[in-house]
């Protein structure tokens, strides 16, 4: 019979635990030996909660808060609370607002676990987007566009792009972050911010799928029902061994989920890739939207194309 340790799920509340536990230890200077001896347990097993293969027990990381110094009881409630909760797969719920995090805040600058939290250091991204281009890929001047009509307060507007345009350099990294992104075709032909803000946008887009580690797809909308027909996606694959997470933006916010759910969205992702068409076919189609924004003649619709 496996033991509760091997029955664990590396949480996503675990891995921030870990990862904040590790980098209080090496900001004070500390090895694994040297901890590991404090609290009487083998190295191998200190490492092991750091890494969140074993969930960080309560009353270590209290003794260790003492060590490192942590004294400020915000700080303290916090990472005691993630050790209590670090078994639980529930969906997180973040609702809109200034605040970037799924869990809300206790105290000044503590440990929020927020979409980009979530997204950085992936090995790999998958989004399926069936309304607009997706966050992750936005030029600034399409993603200033969107939160011109999102964002209620003017003086969040910059930082909020720049958070976004900001996601993208994940892309460059060494290693780059790997991107599967499929789009539905009608995205291609909404002009957010105008024609030109959606023609650039598009070239942004072929420039962006040629490089190796990305692959962009089209759903044609020439196809009926589908595996994505029920909303937008984004599936985050973190280096094993961590298991993936999907967020789902919805009306009022955005969801966070974790273990089976998770992989459910995995599974419908790998459908969408089968259903759209393939790479090369899918950059030729960006590349004629772009120019036909660039040029003089219109659009033809769905709805003109039948008059």
Same mark, same amino acid.
Request: glycine residues 6%; neutral net charge.
């Given at each position: 019979?496996?033991?509760?340790?091997?029955?664990? !799920?590396?949480? !996503?509340?675990?891995?921030?635990?870990?990862?904040?536990?590790?980098?209080?230890?090496?900001?004070?200077?500390?090895?694994?030996?040297?901890?590991? &001896?404090?609290?009487?347990?083998?190295?191998?097993?200190? $490492?092991?909660?750091?890494?969140? *293969?074993?969930?960080?027990?309560?009353?270590?990381?209290? $003794?260790?808060?003492?060590?490192?110094?942590?004294?400020?009881?915000?700080?303290?409630? *916090?990472?005691?609370?993630l050790a209590q909760s670090a078994w639980r797969l529930d969906q997180?719920?973040?609702?809109?607002?200034?605040?970037?995090?799924?869990?809300?805040?206790?105290?000044?600058?503590?440990?929020?676990?927020?979409?980009?939290?979530?997204?950085?250091g992936v090995a790999r991204l998958c989004v399926y987007a069936s309304?607009?281009?997706?966050?992750?890929?936005?030029?600034?001047?399409?993603?200033?566009?969107?939160?011109?009509?999102?964002?209620?307060?003017?003086?969040?507007?910059?930082?909020?792009?720049?958070?976004?345009?900001?996601?993208?350099?994940?892309?460059?990294?060494?290693?780059?972050?790997?991107?599967?992104?499929?789009?539905?075709?009608?995205?291609?032909?909404?002009?957010?911010?105008?024609?030109?803000?959606?023609?650039?946008?598009? *070239?942004?887009?072929?420039?962006l799928a040629e490089r190796p580690h990305v692959d962009i797809r089209?759903?044609?909308?020439?196809?009926?029902?589908?595996?994505?027909?029920?909303?937008?996606?984004?599936?985050?694959?973190?280096?094993?061994?961590?298991?993936?997470?999907?967020?789902?933006?919805?009306?009022?916010?955005?969801?966070?989920?974790? $273990?089976?759910? &998770?992989?459910?969205?995995?599974?419908?992702?790998?459908?969408?890739?089968?259903? &759209?068409?393939?790479?090369?076919?899918?950059?030729?189609?960006?590349?004629?939207?772009?120019?036909?924004?660039?040029?003089?003649?219109?659009?033809?619709? &769905?709805?003109?194309?039948?008059?």
């Amino acid at each position: 019979m496996p033991t509760k340790r091997e029955q664990f !799920v590396q949480s !996503v509340r675990a891995r921030r635990l870990g990862e904040r536990m590790r980098q209080l230890r090496e900001e004070r200077g500390h090895t694994l030996k040297y901890i590991a &001896a404090y609290l009487g347990v083998e190295f191998s097993t200190l $490492a092991r909660y750091e890494r969140a *293969e074993w969930p960080f027990r309560r009353d270590y990381v209290i $003794a260790l808060l003492d060590v490192y110094g942590i004294h400020d009881e915000g700080q303290r409630s *916090e990472l005691v609370g993630l050790a209590q909760s670090a078994w639980r797969l529930d969906q997180w719920e973040q609702t809109t607002g200034h605040y970037d995090g799924l869990l809300p805040p206790t105290s000044e600058g503590l440990l929020p676990i927020t979409p980009s939290w979530v997204q950085a250091g992936v090995a790999r991204l998958c989004v399926y987007a069936s309304a607009l281009i997706p966050e992750v890929v936005q030029t600034r001047d399409y993603a200033e566009a969107i939160a011109r009509q999102t964002v209620q307060d003017p003086r969040e507007i910059d930082r909020v792009v720049a958070r976004l345009v900001g996601w993208q350099q994940q892309f460059d990294g060494k290693p780059p972050t790997r991107l599967s992104l499929v789009l539905e075709q009608q995205v291609l032909y909404r002009p957010v911010g105008g024609r030109a803000v959606l023609a650039q946008q598009l *070239e942004f887009l072929t420039r962006l799928a040629e490089r190796p580690h990305v692959d962009i797809r089209v759903l044609s909308d020439q196809v009926g029902l589908h595996a994505g027909l029920d909303g937008a996606f984004m599936v985050c694959e973190p280096p094993a061994p961590y298991p993936p997470v999907a967020l789902v933006t919805h009306l009022t916010g955005r969801l966070l989920v974790e $273990a089976d759910r &998770a992989n459910g969205y995995v599974e419908i992702f790998a459908k969408l890739t089968e259903t &759209a068409l393939e790479p090369l076919r899918s950059v030729e189609l960006i590349h004629q939207a772009a120019e036909t924004l660039t040029s003089d003649r219109p659009k033809a619709t &769905a709805g003109n194309q039948a008059a």
